[in-house]
Nanobody, 126 residues
Framework: QVQLVESGGGSVQAGGSLRLSCAAS????????MAWFRQGPGKEREAVAG???????NYADSVKGRFTISRDNVKKTLYLRMSDLKPEDTATYYC????????????????????WGQGTQVAVSS
């Protein structure tokens, strides 16, 4: 069955960096779009970044220039490199897999995704 396991979260001071990983198993990783979402304390879940099998990428405006999404199809792993972290980046970060291998126009729309990891927490202090 499909499994997504995030890791790499932690506590960091503002301006610092972290790299999140999402290890995927149970399906052909290279065929599906993937994405990172986050949910901060008292906030709704929001999209962070998405990546197509071919490597096409979308970022939320709030993270453009600071976060980088990437994937290693051999290792079946999704990454999120986060730099210049801000207190408002504090959240639980989730990776997600698309419902199908079809083309996704808007990678940041959560309804395209139906498999989710358990999340990894990121805390940024000022």
């Amino acid at each position: 069955q499909v499994q997504l396991v995030e890791s790499g979260g932690g506590s960091v001071q503002a301006g610092g960096s972290l790299r999140l990983s999402c290890a995927a198993s149970g399906y052909s990783f290279s065929l599906f779009s993937m994405a990172w979402f986050r949910q901060g304390p008292g906030k709704e879940r929001e999209a962070v970044a998405g990546i197509r099998p071919s490597g096409g990428i979308n970022y939320a405006d709030s993270v453009k220039g600071r976060f980088t999404i990437s994937r290693d199809n051999v290792k079946k792993t999704l990454y999120l490199r986060m730099s210049d972290l801000k207190p408002e980046d504090t959240a639980t970060y989730y990776c997600a897999r698309a419902r199908s291998s079809d083309w996704i126009d808007n990678l940041l729309l959560s309804s395209w995704y139906n498999y989710w990891g358990q999340g990894t927490q990121v805390a940024v202090s000022s």
